[in-house]
Structure formats: C-alpha cells, structure tokens
C-alpha cells in the first residue's frame, strides 16, 4: 500500500467522523454543533478532492 493511498484512507476516515458528529449534534440538540459538523465534512471533502487531484497529477494513484 503506497503512501497516497494511507493518506486518502485518513481522509476517508475524517470524513466518516465529520459526518458522524453531525448526527451526535442533532442527537444533543446543538445548533453549533450541527453547524461546525457541517463545515468540517465541507473542509474535509475539499481537502481529500484537492490531494487526490495532486496526487493524480504526480502519478502517484
């Protein structure tokens, strides 16, 4: 398993937490919290888009 591919499983991973605090927001009623959760998942997506896009351009995937 190459380096581009544990980096992309992390994000994955981040990914899944974000979301994950979404419902553990929503669940304790907080309304910052839902908020917060939706822009990590936002910063989280943009993030692994743009690494897999360097990624690709370096050949590395």
Do not use: H, W
């Not at 992390?10 to 994950?20: K, N, Y």
């Not at 605090?21 to 907080?30: C, F, L, M, N």
């Not at 908020?35 to 910063?43: H, K, L, P, T, W």
């Amino acid at each position: 398993m190459n380096k581009a591919k544990i980096v992309m499983a992390i994000f994955a991973l981040a990914g899944i937490l974000a979301m994950c605090s979404i419902g553990y927001a929503i669940a304790a009623s907080s309304i910052l919290g839902i908020i917060g959760g939706i822009i990590a998942v936002c910063v989280v997506f943009g993030l692994a888009f743009k690494t897999k896009r360097q990624f690709r351009d370096k050949g590395l995937l």
